[in-house]
């Protein structure tokens, strides 16, 4: 028996297959991603920074409140459009030239939108600076996806998430810190020294191939045309919609005629032609369709509660932008400690139960803001906005993790592009859907009121007789007028209630959006099974 142990133990040795060692990322490699993921950020919180200070802007240049929407418009129309076609794009160019050179175009002309005097110039320059924005969005999730082995992805994903839900989060924070302490510029000059950083990164890590230029002879040209045409139409329609009262404007029923003809053709042209531009038959794999749907619905809840928040804070508690800020910045420093910890948890759980936890506690956080009243400020929403955050930092990274299981490199920039504009999309939608939800409801909860505000009560009578001895008391000398001016203090008052009960209606519907979310996860397959799987 102990002649024969040695022979065993070899024999037990070689049947055991030996420890697979984790793969192994070079230095380089992790530059390139953090540079890029870097980019990212900066190209989503310069929606958010601008929006944040957009009245001070206003006023600079000499905008109307009307017109000076499309400050914020403009880049938005432009990123929705390039988004898509990027990884076209980079294998045309290369992704170092193609990444570089929108890299230092955004950082150029961060400074130049700072410079700029008049509307038409800022419209132009914010423009051009969404369109090379829009390139680091899903350049950065292109190169996690594929520079990436899949055990490390969920280190990249988490660094994504960051410009995904933190930059959104922090962006008013910052713009309200940087418009009220040193000017609305720096709202752009805040960009320079981490955009310095990141084209050096980028210079750096990224290696030099040889361009494609023969690609765009054989590009899908009817594609890009109608997806751009048609994209563009609907981002100004969900834009400017509200505000021109929607189909009851000529402009708009123009814009949502030319959006849904030029979409409708780009879909039949994608699905027909041999090379397209898009991958659109990645939608039928369970993984990456049930994903598209939650992300279109984070971006909902994502855009439209950053949105909301502001406008409720500023419209009925008269905060200016900085205090504003300051309780947005907790729906975004917590995140910035727990989306690191986000790969950790992917390694000891199911990425399916964190994504569905996160958007538990994103749902319930909307939900606490239902019962608002006339004293809901900053101490209240300390609560709803830290149980936010924690929601929205557990859900990105594993979501885009489980989404994008089992695509072949061939395929990263089509799923890139359409991973990325369907959160986009879905801000833009719940943006526009929030706007005129808030006006509906806020009609008619204002008509409920002023039902039970009658000069035939007793009540309403004992409090205008209050209101107008205020005013004569106060140095008004005409009775009628006093009275006057009682009748229009009631109606202020019934209006802020009927705005407080209409900001809770909004906040009621972010909260059943993502529980819609919720249940498209549930669909999900796990990510090992999803990779196996293969197309479905």
């Known amino acids: 028996m102990t002649t024969l142990q040695p022979t065993l133990n070899a024999a037990f040795a070689a049947s055991t297959p030996a420890p697979v060692a984790a793969p192994t990322v070079s230095a380089k490699t992790w530059i390139a991603v953090i540079g890029a993921t870097l980019g990212a950020f900066m190209a989503v919180l310069n929606i958010q920074i601008v929006n944040a200070s957009l009245a001070d802007v206003q006023g600079a240049i000499g905008a109307g409140i009307d017109d000076g929407g499309w400050i914020s418009t403009s880049y938005l129309i432009a990123e929705i459009v390039v988004i898509p076609l990027s990884g076209w794009l980079a294998q045309v160019f290369s992704i170092r030239i193609y990444l570089l050179t929108n890299a230092i175009l955004f950082l150029l002309l961060s400074a130049a939108c700072a410079l700029a005097q008049d509307l038409p110039q800022m419209i132009v320059l914010r423009a051009v600076q969404g369109f090379t924005g829009g390139v680091l969005i899903p350049m950065a999730f292109t190169l996690i996806i594929t520079l990436l082995p899949r ?122 032609v041999k090379k397209p531009l898009l991958n659109l038959r990645l939608l039928v794999r369970r993984n990456f369709g049930f994903g598209m749907l939650a992300n279109f619905l984070l971006g909902v809840a994502l855009y439209g509660s950053v949105f909301i928040l502001p406008q409720y804070l500023s419209r009925i508690q008269g905060y200016n932008s900085e205090q504003i800020g300051m309780v947005l910045a907790w729906t975004g420093l917590p995140q910035l400690l727990l989306i690191p910890l986000v790969p950790r948890l992917m390694q000891k759980f199911d990425a399916r139960i964190i994504i569905g936890a996160g958007f538990v506690l994103f749902a319930g956080s909307n939900f606490m803001n239902i019962y608002m009243t006339n004293d809901y400020g900053s101490d209240q929403l300390l609560w709803p906005n830290i149980v936010r955050a924690i929601g929205q930092a557990l859900v990105l990274a594993p979501l885009s993790a489980v989404a994008t299981a089992g695509i072949e490199p061939e395929n990263a920039g089509s799923a890139s592009g359409l991973f990325n504009m369907m959160r986009n999309l879905g801000g833009a939608v719940g943006i526009a859907l929030l706007q005129t939800v808030l006006t509906k409801r806020e009609q008619y909860h204002s008509n409920v009121l002023m039902q039970s505000v009658s000069v035939f009560e007793q009540a309403t009578r004992t409090r205008l007789e209050q209101l107008t001895q205020y005013f004569i008391n106060h140095g008004v000398l005409d009775r009628v007028d006093a009275a006057h001016r009682a009748y229009v203090a009631i109606g202020h008052v019934v209006q802020k209630q009927a705005y407080i009960l209409a900001f809770s209606d909004t906040f009621y519907l972010l909260g059943m959006a993502l529980i819609v979310a919720l249940i498209a996860v549930l669909f999900l397959k796990k990510a090992g099974q999803a990779s196996a799987g293969g197309a479905h």
Do not use: C, H
């Not at 009851?248 to 959006?259: D, N």
């Open 151 to 272: 055990a490390k992805q969920p280190v990249g994903l988490a660094l994504f998430a960051l410009s995904a839900t933190f930059a959104p989060a922090i962006g008013p924070t910052i713009g309200g810190y940087l418009t009220e302490n040193f000017g609305w510029q720096y709202i752009f000059y805040v960009n320079v020294v981490p955009g310095a950083i990141m084209v050096g990164m980028l210079w750096y890590a990224l290696d030099a191939k040889p361009m494609k230029l023969s690609l765009l002879r054989e590009g899908d040209w009817a594609g890009i045309i109608t997806m751009a045409i048609g994209l563009s139409a609907l981002q100004t329609v969900l834009e400017e919609g509200n505000k021109d009262d929607w189909f009851g404007s000529p402009f708009i029923v123009k814009l949502s005629v030319i959006a849904a003809v030029a979409l409708v053709a780009f879909l039949i042209i994608e699905l027909t």
